[in-house]
């Protein structure tokens, strides 16, 4: 079964400041979705980035970036310029096809604290 | 168009008792999965269902269970509950198959005492 790995339960950044997230999956196929929630304290998760395996290229959406290491299977994302409002825990996921539907598999994610 | 919402938001049981959670996705959305939040663990998959039909189970005793119903709407069950039941319980709709983000709703905190 696949799998996917959060090795940082928690994480602190300075405001302003950049930081990074590690994920790490397990999978035997090649083309499958990768993604980025966010779980702010008492609200509701909304997707923050997603990368397809299929493409080279790293997913950017404004300030936050992923490194996709495809061989290394390797998911990490990248918050640039951060702000209170990135307090969040962040789950990592991957989705994967079964028996021609889709299921998706979440890391146990990652507490987000930003610094003032 | 308003967003995924769950009822109740706020849960206290007893063990042995049972408990229906209620999911109504955003509309015209036809896919609703269910998981289970809980600290260390991270979200658990329970199942998936479109078109009325369960489509995939996560690793889950057969005390939890779902439907849904031919408006989208999604209830799932727990049946005889225990001490580790206790979670945020989680609905995410997508408006089809394969389409590539599901949609959370606020979730449901299940307290069983």
């Known amino acids: 079964a696949q799998t996917v790995t959060q090795s940082q339960p928690e994480m602190s950044v300075q405001e302003a400041e950049t930081v990074t997230l590690s994920c790490t999956y397990d999978?035997?196929?090649?083309?499958?979705?990768l993604f980025w929630y966010k779980q702010p304290p008492s609200r509701q998760m909304i997707l923050v980035i997603r990368?397809?395996?299929?493409?080279?290229q790293n997913a950017t959406e404004n300030r936050f970036s992923v490194n996709f290491q495809k061989a290394a299977k390797s998911f990490s994302l990248k918050i640039s310029d951060s702000q209170l409002g990135d307090a969040a825990m962040y789950f990592c996921?991957?989705?994967?096809?079964?028996?021609?539907?889709?299921?998706?598999?979440f890391g146990t994610g990652t507490r987000l604290k930003v610094l003032a | 168009k308003a967003g995924v919402t769950q009822t109740p938001r706020y849960l206290i049981k007893t063990r042995g008792q049972q408990v229906t959670l209620s999911c109504s996705p955003i509309?015209?959305?036809?896919?609703v999965s269910w998981y289970q939040q809980t600290p260390g663990q991270g979200l658990q998959f329970l199942f998936e269902?479109?078109?009325?039909?369960?489509?995939n189970k996560g690793n889950f005793p057969g005390r939890f269970s779902g439907r849904q119903f031919s408006n989208s709407r999604s209830e799932m069950n727990v049946s005889t509950l225990e001490l580790g039941d206790s979670a945020l319980y989680l609905c995410?709709?997508?408006?089809?198959?394969?389409?590539?983000?599901?949609?959370f709703g606020p979730g449901t905190r299940l307290t069983v005492l």
């Open positions: 995410a709709s997508s408006p089809r198959d394969g389409y590539n983000e599901q949609f």
């Open positions: 999978t035997s196929e090649s083309d499958y979705y």
């Open positions: 990368q397809e395996a299929y493409k080279q």
């Open positions: 996921a991957y989705r994967e096809v079964v028996g021609g539907t889709y299921k998706y598999i």
């Open positions: 509309s015209g959305h036809r896919s």
């Open positions: 269902y479109f078109s009325e039909t369960q489509r």
